[in-house]
């Protein structure tokens, strides 16, 4: 029989129906038919997602199943999470900031929030560099790495600080402890072993964490992620998220909700491996696309990622003090700044939001009050011109020139190829039809380093119907706004770099409609950010222009208590 669930106005969007059966199937047994009132959705798309659902669109039938009603309303009371909040690791340095951290969570009491957690302070570094010096320093040694004595000195004294039993760690301390003596015997350290190492970070965090919640009276579940269906690629250190991930996270945090009410906190950053089924990673700062993630399997209102800054920035605050909070970004112009390396974001974070058009939220931990910055799908771009400066360095970039004569077809085709066959992405491209000039993602997104041999091996590929040069340690200025606008903001960057002296080698305004690259010597990329910064946001050149839009320009405090604005 088929059980026919009502949901008025909350069915209406996918996310939110394919929560609610998730939790209708852990509830009522998983063999269940459902068949959903208002959902838009097509019966071979929620089969895709791996449910069992009978899907009409008609509504006659269904809402005569006056049997399930009563059950319908039940559960929508009971699987209400609202919010995702993401802490990371500079919000949970100490002890008395996961007290701060579970005054904030609990100061939002008509929330229900479901918690991802990074690992506390520096831990990764920390776990990283153990890995590194237990490949060298033999077994016998392993125990007396410094880094390891260092984390475990943080996690116990944070226990100790809370009140809480050491056992809620001391396990996983120890198999750390082994870990890297089996590190150290075999000498070798893959990118699997580097995985599994660094999870111990979150996994312990969330663990004190949970417990800690869980003294003060708010109950409070720990979950590790690999555990409860964040499936991934296999590609180590930097793994992606795969689409069963999210009814199955949502099947289980629903069902664990319903038997048994506790706010969820989760391990940010981890996932397990669709054939291996090993714990991954989802490349450094990987907690902000878990919190998306979550996001969007519940269909949730809204995404927080709380951080030690007042949101997402004019630019990196560690290049230039006086950046200031922006407002309201877009999903595309967020995703940009992150790619082109604002550290603030995970690259990859913005896809689950953008596709469940769920709103994020990037606020501050050490100064909850100031209002953070709104990433949504649209806003109004008509006042906008710049929102943001991003520096990206260390790129390498490539003159390449064909050897043929002009109007030779093919030849982009051709080096275009032989990135493809290495596995090498491209970031920005400018073209002539016998030449190109294209900057290489240095790191692949963080995990890989583009190594020599690499480079040497592009260029050999190259040479063999084209003059190549190769020119290392420049920097990429991206210049996110509002590309509608791009000859004002050209005209006035350029300006700037004239009188810096500055040559520009390159420039890339693509498709995105929300950046205008620019490539720099390394050496010159910091001064120009700075200037770029002055020129634009700190001498009224916006208010200005007609019908600009100012950002906020009143000072505000980062974690440090370092004022930043005017
Ligand atoms: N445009 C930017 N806006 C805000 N912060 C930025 C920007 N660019 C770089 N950052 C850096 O990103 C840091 C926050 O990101 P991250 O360290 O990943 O936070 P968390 O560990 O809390 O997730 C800030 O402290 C700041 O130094
Ligand atoms: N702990 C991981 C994952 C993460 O997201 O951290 P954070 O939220 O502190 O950037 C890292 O350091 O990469």
Known sequence: MAVALRFPGLAREPP????????????????????????????????????????????????????????????????????????????????????????????????????????????????????????????????????????????????????????????????????????????????????????????????????????????????????????????????????????????????????????????????????????TTLGRGGSDLTATTIGKALGLREIQ????????LTCDPNIYAKAIPVPYLTFDEAAELAYFGAQVLHPQSMRPARDGDIPVRVKNSYNRHAPGTVITKARDMSKSILTSIVLKSNVTMLDIVSTRMLGQYGFLAKVFSIFEDLGISVDCVATSEVSISL??????????????????????????????????????????????????ILEKAFNVLRRKGVNVQMISQGASKVNISLVVNDSEGKECVQALHSAFFENGFMSEVEGADVPQNGASLNSNGTIYGN
């Not at 180590?236 to 038997?259: C, Q, S």
Request: charged share 25%; hydrophobic share 45%; with cysteine.
């Open 16 to 279: 939110a129906v394919l929560a609610i059966c998730a939790a209708a199937s852990s509830k009522l047994g998983r063999d269940q038919d459902f068949v959903c009132a208002s959902a838009r959705l097509p019966a071979q798309c929620w089969r895709r997602r791996g449910l069992v659902v009978r899907c009409q669109t008609g509504a006659a039938a269904v809402l005569r199943n006056e049997e399930a009603t009563p059950a319908a309303a039940a559960l929508k009371a009971d699987t209400g999470f609202t919010v995702v909040m993401k802490f990371g690791g500079s919000s949970l340095a100490s002890a008395d900031r996961m007290k701060e951290v579970a005054d904030l969570i609990l100061s939002f009491p008509e929330e229900t929030p479901v918690i991802v957690l990074s690992a506390m302070g520096k831990t990764t570094n920390n776990l990283l560099l153990a890995g590194e010096k237990a490949v060298s320093c033999g077994a016998p040694k392993a125990s007396e790495i410094p880094e390891l004595a260092v984390i475990k000195d943080l996690h116990l004294r944070t226990i100790d600080e809370l009140g809480l039993d050491r056992s809620v760690v001391s396990g996983l301390l120890d198999e750390l402890e082994q870990l890297l003596k089996g590190v150290a015997m075999m000498k070798e350290l893959t990118h699997r072993t580097r995985d599994y190492l660094v999870s111990f970070g979150e996994c312990m965090s969330t663990r004190i964490f949970a417990a800690y919640l869980n003294k003060l009276g708010k109950k409070a579940r720990q979950y590790d992620a690999f555990d409860i269906g964040f499936i991934t690629t296999d590609d180590f250190t930097n793994a992606d998220i795969l689409e069963v991930t999210y009814p199955a996270v949502a099947k289980r945090l629903h069902g664990d909700w319903m038997d048994d009410p506790a706010i969820p906190i989760v391990t940010g950053f981890l996932g397990k491996g669709c054939k291996s089924c090993a714990v």
């Open 305 to 312: 990622v709380w951080k030690d800054v007042d949101g997402v």
């Open 439 to 488: 900057t290489l993602d240095p790191s692949k997104l963080w995990s890989r380093e583009l190594i020599q041999q690499e480079l040497d091996h592009v260029v050999e590929e190259l040479e063999k119907f084209a003059v190549v040069h190769l020119l290392q340690r420049r920097s990429i200025i991206s210049l996110i706004g509002n590309v509608q606008r791009s000859s004002l």
